[in-house]
């Protein structure tokens, strides 16, 4: 089961490179949310992820994120990535933390 939770892992991140967020969204349960690691909520549910990168990717239309490296143990998969928001703009490192429920992410916290 860990290398499927890797994968749909890095499903959403290809999704997410190509600015798809309903694909993003579709690997993830209809209650799920992104929340700072330990912390607030910042997009909930489903609508609000789908809101919330929608509205992102129209700010940064040549955002992507590279993987650097990924983790797996028990049901948690764990990315470290380094996010651009485009050629010569902010740039940033992220750990991404996915908790799943079945086959679909239920969470993700940012560590940045």
Same mark, same amino acid.
């Given at each position: 089961?860990?290398?499927?939770?890797? &994968?749909?892992?890095?499903? *959403?991140? !290809?999704? +997410?490179?190509?600015?798809? #967020?309903?694909?993003?969204?579709?690997?993830?349960? %209809?209650?799920?949310?992104?929340?700072?690691?330990?912390?607030?909520?910042?997009?909930?549910?489903?609508?609000?992820?789908? &809101?919330?990168?929608?509205? *992102?990717? !129209?700010? +940064?239309?040549?955002?992507? #994120?590279?993987?650097?490296?990924?983790?797996?143990? %028990?049901?948690?998969?764990?990315?470290?990535?380094?996010?651009?928001?485009?050629?010569?703009?902010?740039?940033?490192?992220?750990?991404?933390?996915?908790?799943?429920?079945?086959?679909?992410?239920?969470?993700?916290?940012?560590?940045?």
């Amino acid at each position: 089961m860990s290398s499927a939770r890797l &994968a749909t892992a890095h499903r *959403m991140i !290809a999704r +997410y490179n190509a600015q798809d #967020a309903d694909g993003y969204v579709a690997e993830m349960t %209809g209650d799920a949310c992104e929340a700072t690691y330990r912390g607030a909520v910042i997009r909930d549910g489903q609508e609000g992820v789908r &809101a919330g990168l929608k509205t *992102m990717f !129209a700010q +940064y239309p040549e955002n992507r #994120a590279e993987v650097l490296s990924s983790y797996v143990l %028990g049901d948690t998969v764990v990315l470290h990535e380094n996010v651009s928001r485009g050629p010569g703009a902010e740039q940033f490192e992220v750990m991404s933390i996915y908790s799943f429920e079945g086959d679909k992410v239920a969470r993700v916290e940012f560590i940045r």
